[in-house]
């Protein structure tokens, strides 16, 4: 592979890789230590398979790389599977801008593919009302049409799929994952009672604490202050009067 070719191919590699993270995943997920992740890994995974593709070694190696890079398990935080998707995509733009297919725009396509892909399936508006969670109950519950009632009567939604961890008979608890639906009146009538709430209770509360804290003691003082004026003048002229 030219020099030439390994510069415009490193080019489109990094132009994919910021769409993808500083575009895609940081504006919608907002963990930065992801970012450093997936850009250096993007970086690392595109030399080793350039200096592989060049050698006699051949892709074979290359793609043998993919499948170690895929089964390392670092001591770090639990990724969930959005993130991993995220990470083997960034995976995939360094392998097919380091390979170098033999038409360069073979690979400036399967870049912008995988990008394109991770736009549409992460999009908000796929799938917005579907939910998942962990959930520990106080009591231990080993009917599963009972849990899944209690779920929907505590979450207020369709409950879709209901796995139980963990039930505890002892300590009397019990740790499902569910996974439910919201109603849409409910997704999109939440945020504007929020809205109206934030809007109004600080005009109402300003407007009530400003009037008496700032009206009613200058009237006060002003009107005070000529009444005792008049009595400590009159005073003096009053007392000589009563000794004759």
């Known amino acids: 592979m030219s020099v030439p070719t390994t510069l415009v191919l490193l080019a489109a590699d ?3 890789i910021a769409v993808l993270v500083l575009g895609l995943y940081h504006p ?9 992740a997936y850009v250096g890994i993007n970086v690392g995974v595109f030399a080793v398979s350039a200096a592989l593709a060049s050698s006699s070694v051949g892709a074979g190696l290359g793609l043998g790389l993919l ?4 089964i390392i398990r670092l001591r770090s935080d639990e990724l969930s599977q959005r993130e991993v998707a995220y990470y083997f995509a960034a995976l995939a733009i360094g392998l097919l801008g380091g390979l170098a297919p033999t038409p360069i725009w073979l690979a400036m396509a399967g870049m ?5 892909v ?3 399936v992460d999009h908000p508006a796929v799938f917005p009302t579907s939910r998942g969670q962990l959930i520990v109950l ?3 519950i080993p009917d599963e049409n009972e849990l899944r009632d209690v779920l929907e009567q505590m979450l207020g939604a ?3 799929s209901v796995h139980v961890q963990r039930l505890d008979l002892v300590n009397d608890s019990t740790w499902v994952d569910v996974r439910y639906v919201l109603p849409r009146n409910a ?5 504007r009672v929020l809205t109206a709430t934030a809007a109004t209770t600080p005009t109402a509360v300003s407007t009530h604490t400003a009037a008496p804290t700032q009206t009613a003691p200058t009237a006060t003082a002003t009107q005070a202050t000529p009444h005792t004026a008049h009595p400590a003048q009159a005073a003096p002229s009053y007392a000589p009067q009563v000794t004759r």
Request: net charge positive; charged share 20%.
């Open 158 to 160: 369709s409950v879709r």
């Open 67 to 70: 499948g170690v890079l895929s």
């Open 14 to 16: 990094l132009v994919a």
């Open 187 to 191: 997704q999109s009538a939440a945020p």
């Open 118 to 120: 991770m736009f549409v």
């Open 112 to 116: 912008a593919l995988v990008v394109a």
């Open 138 to 140: 106080d009591r231990a």
């Open 28 to 36: 919608r997920h907002h963990r930065r230590d992801l970012v450093v």
